[in-house]
């Protein structure tokens, strides 16, 4: 393997670690609120949308508001 294509490797590598949490799991930071993918704000964060756009953009099966509560779509 040529050091271009390694350091190329290297840097894809780096930019999945640090892209933003959507694969962790619901109901994420206490102060946002999330799009979560199962009911009863359980599976994994979506996106970070308002209750109306996580059911109809990212099809969110539920949603957790910034002051705790829990939201079944």
């Known amino acids: ?3 271009k294509l390694a ?3 290297c840097a ?3 930019v999945l670690a640090t892209s933003p949490s959507y694969a962790a799991s619901c109901p994420g930071p206490k102060s946002k609120q999330v799009c979560c993918s ?3 704000c359980s599976g ?3 996106s970070n949308r308002d ?3 996580c059911k109809v953009k990212s099809h969110g099966k539920s ?3 910034a002051n705790g509560r829990c939201v079944n779509l």
Do not use: K, T
């Open 1 to 3: 393997m040529s050091l």
């Open 7 to 9: 350091a190329a490797a």
């Open 12 to 14: 894809a590598v780096m």
């Open 38 to 40: 199962a009911r009863s």
């Open 44 to 46: 994994r964060v979506l």
């Open 51 to 53: 209750q109306h756009n």
């Open 63 to 65: 949603w957790h508001a």
